[in-house]
């Protein structure tokens, strides 16, 4: 199943990405697989808009700017920059603001969020939470964000 492998490439990835080793179990997989499409939807939806003004791609179909946000794309996917705190420093490992306010904005905006009504889940932060995040904002993201500005 093409889904099933995605699932694996992704924690596979994120697990490298990270420098840990965590197995991946069928229940985990399982757990990535449910509404994966909707939450997956809906989290690219709110971290396009974050990702486009939190590392300054510019919406212009001019080439110039089409250049920048390329140049800026591959600098950000050159060793995972985007998932620093200081991307350009390459400082602070998943500690960028990007990634808070992606987490807020997804489950914690109003107190009818999951975020808010499963908050056990979410204390301390799942790693999965941070492996989808992660994935969205991933080198796919960034062309996306670069070609559809």
């Not at 909707?38 to 212009?60: A, P």
């Not at 807020?104 to 204390?123: C, H, L, Q, T, V």
Request: glycine share 6%; with cysteine; hydrophobic share 45%.
């Amino acid at each position: 199943m093409v889904e099933t492998k995605l699932v694996k490439h992704a924690w596979w990835e994120a697990s490298d990405n990270a420098g840990l080793t965590i197995q991946l179990t069928p229940a985990l997989v399982k757990m990535m697989m449910r509404r994966t499409s909707h939450v997956h939807g809906e989290l690219e939806t709110k971290m396009r808009g974050l990702t486009s003004s939190f590392f300054g791609f510019h919406t212009s179909r001019s080439m110039a700017a089409i250049k920048a946000n390329h140049d800026l794309a591959e600098s950000l996917k050159k060793g995972s920059s985007f998932v620093f705190k200081d991307w350009e420093m390459r400082s602070g490992i998943y500690k960028s603001d990007l990634i808070q306010t992606g987490i807020n904005d997804m489950w914690f905006a109003n107190r009818s969020d999951e975020g808010i009504i499963y908050a056990k889940y979410f204390d301390p932060l799942l790693v999965e939470i941070l492996a989808l995040v992660l994935m969205v904002v991933s080198v796919f993201e960034l062309f996306h964000v670069q070609c559809c500005c």
